[in-house]
């Protein structure tokens, strides 16, 4: 019973980190429109930026300048922000299908520089020697993963506050705006270019948070934690959700990372042996398939965005997009 207890506040945590990363995707594609086919890189950023900062002093690499973990998680999205920064400066001016193709380069890119810059990431064989904040008080057994789950679900949930707050806000109504008819919104005298990368950069610092904590967690990172399978798992957890519903992005990582798990978790038990050894290949089969499905089947997800549409008097009401507006 205690393993089973223990496997739970694994696959919670895990599942609520890529939650916020889910939700930082949200807010780019689901609310700005804009397709960011480099999540990874990213989520990478925060997670290399964290341990670099905050691990002890390592031979062969840069780093471990031992800062006090806030400061290094705080370091860790910087870095994610700077990187996105750069990154839509230079590619924001692109849209759809070959902004996700410049972007996914970026993130190829990323990946490739984490394993050969060994003298600044420790290369194929990654970042070592991070101690997890708190570890030497309270363990590292079973509480302590108990308490990290609490601390991932209060950023879980501060960081939908703030986006929801976001999205009701002048600001958020200027990214749907942007979203749906760039040109008109351009019209009423806004900077559509300023706003899609401030959009662009926020998403990408949630992003990186969830890399930190992912790095925090399991107090190593390397390349293999930043392969572009990851960027199609974060995807297809807001399409399956629902693009522009935060509820619905964080339902699609818990459904989603649940079914990627039970699916690993079949394969290696009722499989032959041979079929066995295709396990990851089959599984990224398997996501493929569920994004197309849902994007043939159910485009608008789980749980559609829910418009809101104004009426005279200041009131509101709101319909989802399977409801339709008229």
């Not at 205690?2 to 739970?8: D, E, F, K, M, P």
């Amino acid at each position: 019973m205690i393993g089973v207890i223990s496997y739970l506040v694994f696959f919670s945590t895990v599942a609520a980190i890529l939650a916020i990363a889910v939700l930082g995707l949200n807010l780019q594609w689901g609310n700005t429109g804009l397709f960011n086919g480099g999540v990874v890189a990213s989520f990478g950023a925060g997670a290399y930026g964290t341990l670099i900062l905050g691990g002890t002093p390592q031979d062969g690499h840069l780093g471990g300048f031992d800062l006090f973990y806030p400061l290094a998680l705080l370091g860790g999205m910087i870095f994610a922000g700077v990187l996105a920064w750069v990154v839509g400066k230079l590619t924001l001016r692109l849209r759809h299908d070959y902004l996700a193709i410049a972007t996914f380069g970026v993130a190829v890119a990323f990946e490739n520089v984490m394993r050969n810059a060994t003298a600044v990431t420790g290369g194929a064989q990654g970042i070592r020697g991070f101690e997890r904040p708190l570890q030497s008080l309270i363990g590292s057994g079973f509480t302590y993963n108990l308490v990290f789950l609490i601390a991932v679900l209060i950023c879980l949930v501060l960081v939908y506050v703030f986006l929801e707050r976001l999205t009701v806000s002048p600001f958020g109504r200027l990214l749907r705006a942007i979203r749906e008819d760039e040109t008109a919104a351009r019209s009423l005298g806004k900077s559509p270019d300023k706003v899609r990368l401030a959009a662009f950069v926020t998403g990408s610092v949630i992003i990186g948070l969830a890399g930190s904590l992912y790095g925090t967690f399991y107090a190593f990172v390397s390349p293999q934690d930043v392969l572009p399978i990851l960027t199609f798992q974060i995807w297809a957890m807001l399409i399956v959700g629902g693009a522009g519903n935060n509820k619905g992005a964080m339902a699609g990582a818990f459904l989603i990372w649940g079914s990627w798990t039970f699916s690993g978790w079949a394969l290696s038990r009722f499989a032959p042996v041979e079929v066995q050894l295709y396990t990851g290949s089959i599984q990224f089969v398997l996501i493929g398939m569920v994004i197309v499905g849902m994007l043939l089947w159910r485009p608008q997800g789980l749980f559609p965005e829910r418009l809101v549409v104004s009426q005279p008097g200041g009131g509101s009401r709101g319909k989802t997009q399977a409801e339709g507006l008229t």
